[in-house]
């Protein structure tokens, strides 16, 4: 998010970690929001719900990067979290008997959502209590547990029985409203005629919008300033009088609360929540993300996100598309579209591998590489 | 890196430049080739392509082409709401066609709300109570009405009967049931409230259910605990793998029970699987078994053959039999709504209500179903269940029991269970 | 009483299998500092060659000898596999971050599910003819499942080869060296690659004869690898770089699974059986962090 001309320095740490440091930039969100904004107009409504998936990963990995980006507490089971976030705000949503005044004015699905995010947080902190006495491999093995103890039991076995035989939780369309506005995604309701995909869209970039700059300002302040020197060294950080537990919590409560958040969105997206989507496949592809875009770094989330959901997009038209051509063609080869899923499996398997064998900085490196070369365009030193 | 967009480019031109003809049906269909009950789904898959073929060879429906859209979707509900989402928004399908329990009931209010009629492979009692589900169809004797046939059938031919429980019966003992599935998958545990509500009407005791996993591979510890409390009589409620799991492991512990098992747990499988241990077990059946004498069965043998000549006859199964009842179903629907001129949700499900004493193919007892009955206060075809038990090594047919005769005064109150 | 027996006898015969794969993690751990996530794909592997092979041979002698032929064709693949992916994978991995490691693990058995199932397909599999008879063995009244008795001989008579392997081989000496100290091996002429593909080959060897006797209790299919996953709280109970803490640790995961099978399901009805290890993990972790006999390291700025 920085360019600075040449010749241009900073006086003091304040100015250094300002938000708007240079007119420049200024000029680049404006640039940035205007094309988010008339993003809807170019394309079709596929494309937006592709574009609201990218969202909703950018949410669900945040917390991810939070903890193993700048708290260096590694967790494999983030999925657990954002479920608890989703069943929380659905359950909410469903089986309250909300005041009829706050239906009418559509209060109960933003309540819902902060409070998932709460629940999620606090059920967080609860598997980050071992992070005060483990870590490293060990503290993995309690995250993963976490994943293990909340989807597939908790939720799976206990949750889903309420009010019926273990099914998924079916949202009738028109439940989730925030204000007067249905944002189901199969919604026409509401004062606007709109399309529900349009509505998701942009209630997931107000929701990303939020939470990046929430999560910004909170790695400028002191906080954010302890969390990283814990994950630098964290012997060194309790030295220097850093209240590493306390610390370590806290960064669990956030990471859960933004998963509580993305959770929450999540159901709005959706006709139903069942356990499977939050099964230990995407605590691990969220982990992937950061990775591919890059450990700490928030363009980093962005990056991979849209790097993960646009590859399996495009390799689902490519297959799923050309599967009818291939079974009447070449039904010898129709077998590979009924393994599609192998495929697709197999493929993030490896994208994984050799993104860590030969990028192990991510995409966000090669965008600061490319922005430091503009830096000094024409004059830049390639360094070759 | 250019070569790949290219190609990328290529394949998108392909399949947006299809041609859209007006003469053409369009049929989606949600199937699992790869998860958790792919050991059923794979033959359905097959049959439903075939059946298909064959509608397209015969005519199609009032000449009319029918393009089938059959995806995968791995026995996941979130995979399920994505296709759903292509075939409503994107291929504009006339017709659904489901699979699993879960993910058709969890649709089920967003399909009603847009009107689309689907015909699962679901047969949960939950969806037919048209003043729940208006647009959701089965085509065969719903899960509920079987369990409560199957254990009905072995309470008054088997207990009352056989030698086995003798002893027992003459001591004035009530038969235990004790039911094997996974909880938490919604076919299993959609017959179970029926199935004990009809074990408390033949005075049966029911013990602690058992929770098997769909993909188990050991069903010790469930085995035990229910020699440990004296079952008599097992009620499997999962796919054939895991049932036959279940039977082996009952048998390798000397578990002295009978075993009843719904429809999607009984096929030559089980009996290949199985082996000594399946000997007896009686099982619900949709439908004829692959190769019975009944009419059709050489249309549905033929095309087995000339759609996928590379799978061997051998592996095919009753799922393809079933699949073909379905397809039938679907394309009575869409005929008779075609014929009126109103080939959309409304028009199809109104169709398919005005089917009274119906037979696949218009056709009597055609691939072995009993008459089809379906009306706009009432989404269930049939009160007949089909039992059939494995002797020696053979699927065998052992009784019919028409539920509706048997407990008239019941029938009307078992909607919706 | 009877219940209980049958229980526990069950649990230790199944839990000697989880022992053998913990060992084969262990092996890695010890040698080369992976942590490997993907210990349940390795063993989902060998389950389905061993099945390939005893499908192609069974047609041509009796069950016993094809078998045994296949077992040993497992474990000839199991060790090509395990070279192959330690040259091409985690050889460029040595010295990155403990995540980085991981997740390649974690990539891997993305790889190896997905290619597992285009290859063998979702279904169940079951090993046709049976290798084992499927009636039971009657001891003091206790019925015993056959599968179970030569699961864990086998099980048993692997370990004790694996240990004798380290303790009186060259090749195991070397590997053990090189756990304890890699700079004083190294310097010994101790080549620390060739120790490190050892440990690969080792642990797919044991995953595979795992994969094998698990398939063989009633088929394989996906959720072998779920119970390959079971090892990571074996090695935590153990200690990670401890080998008789992997055999006690795996005995008493199979143990504590069935008891709590048995016994817990009346309370928490459903699923309880595949969590209760993980719980019991996280439960242990808070008063042992270091498992029983894993090393405590000391941290120094």
């Not at chain 2, 949600?30 to 033959?43: E, R």
Request: some cysteine; proline content about 4%.
């Amino acid at each position: 998010m920085s360019y600075l001309p040449c010749g241009q320095y900073f006086e003091n740490y304040r100015e250094d970690q300002k938000w708007w440091r240079t007119p420049f930039i200024k000029a680049k969100m404006v640039f940035m929001v205007l094309a988010l904004v008339s993003f809807p107009a170019l394309v079709d409504s596929q494309w937006l719900s592709v574009a609201y998936t990218i969202n909703y990963y950018i949410l669900a990995a945040l917390g991810v990067q939070l903890l193993i980006g700048y708290c260096g507490q590694i967790t494999l089971g983030h999925a657990a979290f954002v479920a608890v976030g989703a069943y929380c705000s659905a359950m909410m949503v469903l089986f309250i008997p909300w005041p009829q005044f706050m239906v009418d004015v559509g209060l109960a699905y933003p309540v819902s959502m902060i409070t998932a995010g709460f629940a999620a947080g606090f059920w967080s902190v609860l598997f980050g209590l071992p992070s005060a006495r483990v870590k490293g491999f060990y503290l993995i093995m309690t995250t993963m547990a976490a994943q293990w103890i909340t989807v597939p039991l908790v939720i799976t076995q206990y949750v889903s029985q309420i009010g019926g035989r273990g099914q998924a939780f079916s949202i009738p369309p028109g439940t989730i409203k925030i204000g007067p506005i249905a944002i189901d995604e199969s919604s026409m309701l509401g004062s606007w005629e709109v399309s529900g995909d349009m509505k998701l869209y942009f209630f997931s970039l107000l929701l990303v919008g939020l939470c990046l700059v929430a999560m910004g300002n909170l790695l400028r302040s002191k906080i954010g300033r302890a969390w990283i020197a814990i994950r630098d060294n964290d012997i060194a950080a309790e030295t220097m009088g850093v209240n590493i537990v306390g610390y370590k919590l806290l960064a669990f409560f956030v990471a859960g609360f933004f998963a509580g958040i993305a959770g929450s969105f999540y159901v709005s997206t959706l006709s139903f929540v069942s356990p499977e989507h939050y099964e230990w496949f995407y605590s691990l592809l969220w982990v992937g993300i950061i990775l591919i875009g890059g450990v700490g770094s928030i363009q980093g989330l962005v990056f991979g996100s849209a790097f993960v959901v646009l590859v399996f997009k495009f390799l689902e038209m490519a297959v799923l598309g050309a599967s009818d051509m291939l079974m009447e063609s070449y039904p010898h080869l129709g077998w590979m579209t009924t393994k599609f899923i192998f495929f697709k499996e197999s493929a993030f398997g490896l994208a994984i591998i050799f993104f860590l064998i030969y990028e192990p900085n991510g995409l966000s490196y090669r965008y600061w590489q490319l922005k430091n070369y503009f830096n000094l365009w024409p004059f830049s030193y390639t360094g070759k | 890196m250019k070569r790949i967009l290219l190609v990328c480019f290529g394949i998108m031109l392909v399949f947006c430049s299809n041609a859209f003809s007006a003469d053409e049906i369009k049929v989606g269909s949600i199937n699992d080739l790869t998860g958790a009950t792919s050991d059923v789904g794979k033959d359905a898959a097959l049959g439903i392509r075939e059946a298909f073929t064959y509608v397209n060879d015969s005519g199609g429906i009032n000449g009319k082409r029918v393009k089938l859209i059959l995806q995968d979707y791995g026995y996941r509900i979130p995979e399920a709401h994505t296709l759903y989402k292509r075939f409503r928004s994107q291929d504009k399908v006339n017709i659904l066609l489901q699979w699993g329990t879960g993910d058709t009931e969890a649709l089920s209010p967003t399909v009603n709300k847009d009107k689309m009629v689907t015909i699962s492979d679901s047969l949960s009692g939950h969806l037919c109570d048209p003043a729940k589900t208006p647009y959701n169809f089965i085509y065969s004797t719903d899960y509920s009405t079987n369990a409560r046939a199957a254990l009905t059938a072995w309470y008054e031919e088997v207990w009352k009967k056989s030698d086995k429980w003798k002893k027992a019966r003459e001591a004035g003992q009530k038969p235990k049931l004790a039911c094997f599935y996974m909880f938490a998958a919604p076919y299993c545990s959609a017959p179970i409230k029926a199935i004990k509500d009809q074990a408390a009407l033949l005075g049966i005791d029911v013990l602690k259910d058992q929770d098997v996993s769909l993909t188990a591979l050991d069903a010790k510890s469930q085995v035990l605990g229910a020699k440990g409390e004296g079952a008599n009589i097992i009620w499997h409620g999962n796919t054939t793998m895991s049932v036959a799991t279940a039977v082996k492991d009952a048998y390798a512990l000397q578990l002295e029970a009978d075993h009843i098992m719904n429809n999607w747990g009984f096929d030559k499988n089980l009996v290949r699987m199985t082996g000594p241990a399946g000997e007896g077990v009686i099982g619900c059946a949709s439908c004829a078994f692959l190769g019975d004498d009944v009419p059709y069965m050489d249309k549905v043998i033929e095309y087995t053959q000339k759609v996928n000549p590379a799978v061997s006859l051998e592996k095919r199964d009753i799922r393809t039999v079933q699949a073909w009842v379905k397809v039938s179903l679907a394309c009575a629907g869409l005929q008779r709504a075609d014929k009126a001129g109103k080939l959309d949700g409304p028009g199809i499900k109104a169709s398919l209500e005005s089917l009274r004493d119906w037979y696949p193919f218009d056709k009597e007892n055609a691939l072995g179903r009993p008459p089809t009955t379906i009306t706009s206060t009432d989404h269930r075809p049939s009160p007949v269940s089909l039992l059939y038990t494995i002797k020696d090594g053979k699927i065998t047919f052992f009784t019919k029991i028409n539920m509706k005769e048997k407990f008239p005064d019941k029938w009307q109150s078992w909607l919706g269970w | 009483m009877d219940l209980f027996l049958q229980l526990a006898i069950t649990g230790v015969m199944l839990g000697s299998i989880f022992a053998l794969l913990a060992l084969g993690w262990v092996l890695i751990y010890k040698c080369s500092g992976v942590l490997n996530l993907a210990m349940g794909e390795l063993t989902l592997i060998g389950g389905y060659v061993c099945l390939a092979f005893y499908q192609r041979l069974v047609t041509a002698m009796p069950v016993t000898y094809a078998f045994i032929l296949a077992l040993i064709g497992t474990l000839i693949v199991g060790l090509i596999l395990g070279l192959l992916t330690e040259r091409i994978f985690l050889r460029k991995m040595i010295g990155e971050p403990i995540l980085a490691v991981i997740m390649v693990t974690v990539g891997l058995s993305f790889f190896f599910k997905g290619m597992v199932f285009i290859i063998w397909d979702t279904d169940t599999q079951v090993f046709y003819p049976q290798v084992f008879p499927i009636e039971p063995l009657v001891i003091f009244g206790i019925a015993i499942g056959r599968v179970y008795l030569w699961s864990f001989i086998a099980a048993l008579v692997l370990m004790v080869m694996f240990i004798c392997f380290f303790k009186f081989t060259r090749w195991g000496l070397s590997m053990q060296a090189c756990a304890d100290d890699e700079m004083a091996a190294l310097s010994l002429g101790v080549s620390a690659k060739f120790v490190y593909a050892l440990a690969w080959g080792i642990a797919f060897m044991a995953a595979g004869v795992g994969g094998t006797l698990l398939g063989n209790i009633n088929g394989l299919n996906y959720s072998v690898s779920s119970l390959g996953l079971l090892v990571l709280p074996v090695v935590v109970f153990g200690g990670l770089n401890s080998v008789p803490g992997a055999i006690v640790g795996g005995i008493t995961i199979g143990l504590l699974q069935n008891l709590a099978g048995g016994y817990l399901d009346y309370y928490f009805p459903g699923g309880i059986k595949e969590i209760a290890p993980f719980i019991f993990m996280v439960i242990f972790l808070l008063f042992k962090p270091y498992g029983l006999w894993g090393w405590e390291r000391i941290e120094r700025v």
